[in-house]
């Protein structure tokens, strides 16, 4: 069965740098493109990044854009989401997520069929 495992977040300051892991399983991960998303408390989720299959190309919200970078190393079938500069509105649980169709970059919620069970980023001081 498909299984996405998230980790590395944590609690860190303002400007400071995280770097998310998504293990994934159960399905061939090089064929998928592949998201992150977060949602904070008290509101909706967002979606934060995406990259294809093949990570010929990326894509990211403008709230992470210039501070964030997205990656995959598809012999390990590992997503990666590198955040610097982190600010308090950072602060979420954080999703990585497969698409339905493969390859389909989507800011859509309901395109994704798996989702991991998130790991928590929270920026303070």
């Known amino acids: 069965q498909v299984q996405l495992v998230e980790s590395g977040g944590g609690l860190v300051q303002p400007g400071g740098s995280l770097r998310l892991s998504c293990a994934a399983s159960g399905f061939t991960f090089s064929r998928y493109a592949m998201s992150w998303a977060r949602q904070a408390p008290g509101k909706g989720l967002e979606w934060v990044s995406a990259?294809?299959?093949?990570?010929?190309?990326?894509y990211y919200a403008d709230s992470v854009q210039g501070r964030f970078t997205i990656s995959r190393d598809n012999a390990k079938n590992t997503l990666y989401l590198q955040m610097n500069s982190l600010k308090p509105e950072d602060t979420a649980l954080y999703y990585c997520?497969?698409?339905?169709?493969?390859?389909?970059?989507?800011?859509?919620?309901?395109?994704?069929?798996?989702w991991g069970q998130g790991t928590q980023v929270t920026v303070s001081s």
């Open positions: 990259i294809y299959s093949d990570g010929s190309d990326t």
């Open positions: 997520a497969k698409p339905k169709v493969r390859d389909r970059i989507s800011t859509i919620v309901h395109e994704y069929d798996y």
